[in-house]
């Protein structure tokens, strides 16, 4: 996962890269013919300094290896921000940065 | 077969686990919904009703749909949660964004689009549910198969 935040005059700016195929569980397997099964990341949080300032549910057509930018206002240099995701299969997925 | 049972079994706790550190539970009807009424229904944003306040930023023509920039933002006061859905998808629901007082309502990300379809983002403020709304046009569809 790939975090990055910039400070603007009102807020800090946070752009999210997570690796995830985001498999829909609709399209065919070209070679056997078979379903792909669905694989695709269901819940994602954010966190500053471990209080959650946004909570996420996503489906099948979040776009592979998903992007999100959002905004956290009322926050200082040195605040932790720590991203948690969680997908269908039960895998996680973490990332964090320091705010400067 | 038993093994395999247990295993699964394993994961499903193991998976209920690990959600729980989460305070949103995934809403399996709202996603599993094949139409945009009854996901929107579901997802508990019935009876929108548009609003200038909140405004959605897609484009009007994307070439790939596998990758459809969408920016939502609402100035609607005491604004609470969003939610995309994009009407012509096999399962019209995208996701649920919910803010809270250190975020403001706002949220950028890229999604699929099987076709050509209206993509409608919803808000539940302290006002009622609103709604905005745009039409957008896809060249090649991104759902593959």
């Given amino acids: 996962m790939k975090i990055r935040a910039a400070r603007h005059a009102d807020f800090v700016e946070v752009k999210v890269l997570i690796q995830h195929e985001m498999e829909?569980?609709?399209?065919?397997?070209?070679?056997?013919g078979r379903l792909i099964p669905a694989h695709f990341i269901e819940?994602?949080?954010?966190?500053?300094?471990?209080r959650t300032v946004l909570s996420m549910q996503w489906g099948v057509a979040v776009a592979q290896n998903p992007y999100l930018a959002f905004r956290v206002s009322n926050s200082k240099p040195g605040d932790v921000?720590?991203?948690?995701?969680?997908?269908?299969?039960g895998e996680s997925y973490h990332g964090e940065v320091i705010l400067s | 077969m038993r093994s395999s049972t247990a295993t699964l079994g394993l994961l499903g706790l193991l998976y209920s686990r690990l959600a729980c550190a989460f305070s949103l539970v995934w809403n399996e009807?709202?996603?599993?919904?094949?139409?945009?009424?009854?996901?929107?229904?579901?997802?508990?944003?019935?009876?929108?009703?548009d609003h200038p306040g909140l405004v959605l930023?897609?484009?009007?023509?994307?070439?790939?749909?596998?990758?459809?920039?969408?920016?939502?933002?609402?100035?609607?006061?005491?604004?609470?949660?969003i939610a995309l859905f994009v009407d012509a998808n096999p399962n019209p629901m995208v996701a649920e964004f919910v803010f809270t007082a250190d975020t403001p309502p706002y949220v950028s990300?890229?999604?699929?689009?099987?076709?050509?379809?209206l993509v409608r983002v919803l808000a539940k403020t302290s006002s009622g549910v609103w709604?905005?709304?745009q039409p957008v046009k896809v060249t090649l569809g991104g759902c593959g198969g």
């Fill in chain 1, 81 to 89: 921000l720590v991203i948690n995701a969680l997908d269908n299969r």
């Fill in chain 2, 29 to 49: 009807n709202a996603f599993g919904s094949t139409t945009a009424s009854a996901a929107i229904e579901a997802a508990g944003y019935g009876s929108a009703v």
């Fill in chain 2, 131 to 133: 709604q905005a709304s």
């Fill in chain 1, 24 to 32: 829909t569980g609709l399209r065919k397997d070209e070679a056997t």
């Fill in chain 1, 43 to 50: 819940l994602v949080e954010a966190n500053l300094n471990n």
């Fill in chain 2, 57 to 81: 930023t897609a484009p009007e023509l994307a070439e790939n749909g596998a990758v459809v920039p969408i920016e939502v933002e609402s100035r609607i006061p005491g604004t609470q949660s």
């Fill in chain 2, 109 to 117: 990300t890229r999604i699929k689009m099987a076709s050509t379809s």
